[in-house]
């Protein structure tokens, strides 16, 4: 940890490919100042993603990564903070990538609760493939693969974190800089599995929900002084919420224990020794 980091110190030489106007621009800017802010620096930082438009941003971070396979890149994460808790393990992803091939994986990694976290970027859309419907797609959402809508309603991320017992669940806006940073720096401080869900406009495909639409639409729970992030029933009410689109902590278990510690994995296992273990080639002949 040191204080003297900033957070153009995760920046790689690497220059991002994404469309000019998109929205995870602003999301990789908001990680990148959380994990400053949080005294993080890019030596002991693993950034893991999956596959989408968002896959390549450990390749625009400077840190240790890894770009997994499409949905997989959850247990990955898992993998490796399990193996070395002394990392701070932030894993990436799209709508895709964590609500349709990887949902199973999400969802096992929040009632976990591993002490890492999970910020995806939500743009309603596959953008890499061309601008099809993705799990979050509103029912009446006109793409190529849906030309009369989609005819199912949308996953709604929060709630599918409330129900397998997430201990902390947020959301933001890529554009609103100092507030989604604010949110992710919460979610990297949070004893558990912090996740957020970040609103990342698609500037290409989806010309529904924009830029001017969150900003039109949002309401920051944070603003609304009456609201109390530990209350699970007043969260429950705004992830419910079908109406309204959220940005803020909308749930944080103050009472989280970590996997890693309610198991004792508390060491370094990442260091492999030279030899096999005592009496491995007994088991090996015990079942060969």
């Excluded at 894993?91 to 096992?108: L, T």
């Excluded at 004893?191 to 639409?217: A, E, H, I, L, M």
């Excluded at 009496?279 to 079942?287: G, I, K, S, T």
Aim: proline share 5%; with cysteine.
């Amino acid at each position: 940890m040191s204080s003297d980091v900033r957070f153009t110190d995760f920046k790689s030489d690497k220059q991002p490919t994404w469309c000019p106007g998109c929205g995870d621009f602003g999301t990789m800017n908001g990680m990148m100042k959380a994990l400053a802010n949080t005294g993080n620096d890019p030596d002991n930082t693993f950034v893991v993603a999956g596959i989408g438009c968002s896959g390549k941003i450990g390749t625009y971070m400077h840190s240790y990564a890894l770009h997994g396979v499409h949905g997989r890149a959850l247990p990955v994460g898992i993998g490796v903070k399990t193996a070395n808790p002394n990392l701070e393990v932030m894993v990436a992803g799209g709508d895709g990538d964590g609500y349709s091939i990887g949902a199973g994986h999400f969802v096992h990694a929040v009632r976990r609760n591993v002490d890492m976290s999970y910020c995806v970027m939500d743009n309603r859309i596959y953008g890499l493939t061309k601008g099809q419907f993705s799990p979050t797609s509103r029912e009446d959402f006109e793409t190529s693969t849906s030309p009369d809508g989609t005819h199912q309603q949308p996953v709604n991320p929060l709630a599918l974190a409330l129900s397998a017992g997430g201990t902390f669940i947020a959301q933001s806006f890529s554009s609103d800089a100092q507030r989604h940073a604010e949110i992710v720096q919460k979610a990297i401080e949070h004893d558990g599995f912090g996740f957020v869900n970040v609103y990342s406009p698609c500037v290409t495909f989806n010309d529904v929900d924009t830029y001017d639409y969150f900003r039109d639409s949002l309401v920051d729970v944070g603003e609304d002084e009456d609201y109390d992030p530990t209350d699970i029933e007043q969260a429950t009410e705004v992830i419910m919420d079908g109406e309204k689109e959220y940005q803020g902590v909308i749930y944080q278990d103050e009472d989280s224990v970590p996997y890693g510690e309610r198991m004792g994995f508390t060491e370094d296992m990442s260091d492999i020794p030279d030899s096999a273990p005592e009496n491995a080639m007994d088991l090996v002949r015990e079942f060969y």
